[in-house]
């Protein structure tokens, strides 16, 4: 089976991507960009394909100083939980009746167990939201989602607000899970995220699959 490196490597090839590193190296040079840059493809290093259970889809990383560690929705433990992460480990709790093993906000051990959190732009501007959008990154990622969708089978994609949702047409819905809700943002987390039971539907999956369910 291929590596992520293999797949990324193949993306490196395309003109697209040439031109999208070459201005991410310059806005690195130029401005303050999140996360560091050795952390674009945080999300990769710590989730192995070959030991892909779970996507978990996010837009574009944190833009305040020190949140944003390549990982979607994930911030490092000694931040502050942001909103939407508050409203993650709400739902756990309720879903689940016990408290996350992630109360820090560092969702490290669920990549660590085969959840890729994975933003569909990788980069972004400080205190300039989705500021790197049609960079590329949206090529970029969603050649990822597609290679999954092709390579992989069975993967539960858990996909929450209507960017996220939206990639559902690149993925095969007979090989694999899609669950869907509205954005844990406090904007949009009474329309639906809460209640929407998606760790413990996720580990329903896992166990129907004869496969390791995730320790949320």
Known sequence: MKTWQDVINKQKEQEYFQKLENEINHLYETTTIFPEKKNIYKAFDTTPLDELKVVILGQDPYHGAGQAQGLSFSTP??????PSM???????KDDLKRDS??????????????VLLLNTIL??????PKSHHKL?????TD??????SANCEDIIFILWGAPAIAKTKLIDSNKHHIITAPHPSPLSSY???????????????LES?????INW
């Open 77 to 82: 433990k000694e931040i502050k939980n942001p």
């Open 86 to 92: 508050v409203n993650i480990l709400k739902e756990i």
């Open 101 to 114: 093993s992630c109360l820090d906000g560092d969702l490290t051990p669920w990549a660590k167990q085969g």
């Open 123 to 128: 980069t972004v501007e400080e205190s300039k």
């Open 136 to 140: 590329g990154w949206e090529i970029f």
């Open 143 to 148: 050649n990822i989602i597609k290679h999954i």
């Open 191 to 205: 329309r639906g995220f809460f209640g929407c039971k998606h760790f413990s539907k996720t580990n329903e999956i």
């Open 209 to 213: 699959l004869g496969k390791k369910e």
